[in-house]
Nanobody
């Protein structure tokens, strides 16, 4: 079992920045990739970004490329999401996720989810 705990959500103005953090514990040796999904009100969960645990391959949702940057710290079993130039459409609950097999996508859910952290972008 893998346990994920997020932190760092909050309120930002359009054009502002926030950084999300996530720490994993438990059977972390099984992790293949970690990253983030989000869910806006009334919408389905959607893939945001993931990073492979070995190597540096990253994956991003098209609409966040160039604005969001994912990084990891294997020694701390942690993953981070630096979000710049935030827009109102980025408002959602952001979930830290972990995969032990296939890299997650909109059509392939991750194996583990955190409890979620709210990100609100509003003036």
């Amino acid at each position: 079992q893998i346990h994920l705990v997020e932190s760092g959500g909050g309120l930002a103005q359009p054009g502002g920045s926030l950084t999300l953090s996530c720490a994993a514990s438990g059977a972390t040796f099984n992790i293949v990739a970690m990253g983030w999904f989000r869910q806006a009100p009334g919408k389905e969960h959607e893939f945001v970004s993931h990073i492979k645990w070995n190597g540096s391959t990253t994956y991003y949702k098209e609409s966040v490329k160039g604005r969001f940057t994912i990084s990891r710290d294997n020694a701390k079993n942690a993953v981070y999401l630096q979000m710049n130039n935030l827009q109102p459409e980025d408002t959602a609950v952001y979930y830290c996720t972990a995969a032990t097999g296939r890299i997650p996508s909109d059509s392939w859910p991750p194996d583990y989810w955190g409890q979620g952290t709210q990100v609100t972008v509003s003036s």
